[in-house]
């Protein structure tokens, strides 16, 4: 278990409205990433934060907007909402394991943007 | 073009009988990482196996083994004995560059394993 909470778990909303999604860790890992889940895609990267207020773009950021404010916290934002967003959400945490550093996920939020 | 690319939408297997899941990627790094994750029907992703692209022995964890064929470029996953609960998504992934934490994944389509008793 790496500690990995996100919030909410299912969400419908509408098109045109912001959405929210956090994710929470326990163990003050340093690096984190949102990810979408689309069949066919697999995992795509959207954002990642390298530390407190420091975050970068991955391949379909394009929509969307990250935060971190603290270490335990990392914040993805839709800023407008569109159909094409709607996905599964997950969120990972990366940290040095046996062999290499290794990503490990949270559960998942499942976004329908109607 | 696809960095990693995974051919088989979905595979049957026979309850203990092996399998492979087949998983060729794309770079011209020299140093980098192939990682599978499962993905169960319940959602969540578990990290199975982890190899580098200098080890010089196929990376094995209990009943996973990574079949590395570097100059193939391809890292299929064998599932030994399969069980009913290895009925699940499985998705290859890759890390370009060092050991750098902050280097992204990037994953395959995956493939739907279906076990039958």
């Known amino acids: 278990d790496a500690g990995i909470t996100q919030s909410p778990r299912h969400k419908v909303t509408e098109t045109g409205t912001p959405v929210t999604l956090r994710c929470h860790q326990t163990?003050?890992?340093?690096?984190m990433y949102w990810y979408r889940q689309d069949p066919g895609h697999g995992l795509r990267l959207i954002h990642y934060?390298?530390?407190?207020?420091?975050?970068d773009k991955g391949e379909v950021s394009d929509g969307y907007s990250v935060s971190r404010s603290k270490t335990e916290d990392f914040l993805l934002t839709l800023e407008s909402a569109t159909s094409s967003q709607t996905s599964v959400y997950f969120c990972?945490?990366?940290?040095?394991?046996?062999?290499?550093?290794?990503?490990?996920f949270g559960p998942g939020t499942r976004l329908t943007v109607l | 073009a696809q960095k990693i690319t995974q051919t088989q939408p979905g595979m049957f297997v026979q309850e203990k009988e092996a399998v492979t899941l087949d998983c060729t990627y794309d770079t011209s790094d020299q140093s980098y990482g192939l990682f599978w994750y499962k993905q169960p029907s319940s959602g969540e992703m578990i990290f199975l196996i982890y190899q580098g692209s200098y080890d010089e022995q196929n990376a094995t964890e209990g009943r996973y083994s990574l079949n590395f064929q570097k100059a193939r470029k391809s890292a299929n996953l064998v599932i030994s004995a399969s069980q009913l609960g290895d009925s699940a998504m499985y998705f290859c992934?890759?890390?370009?560059?060092?050991?750098?934490?902050?280097?992204?994944?990037?994953f395959g389509g995956g493939t739907r394993l279906m076990v039958k008793p």
């Open positions: 934060s390298y530390g407190v207020k420091d975050t």
């Open positions: 990972a945490i990366s940290y040095r394991g046996v062999r290499t550093d290794t990503q490990y």
């Open positions: 163990e003050n890992h340093r690096y």
């Open positions: 992934a890759m890390r370009e560059g060092g050991g750098n934490a902050g280097n992204m994944l990037t």
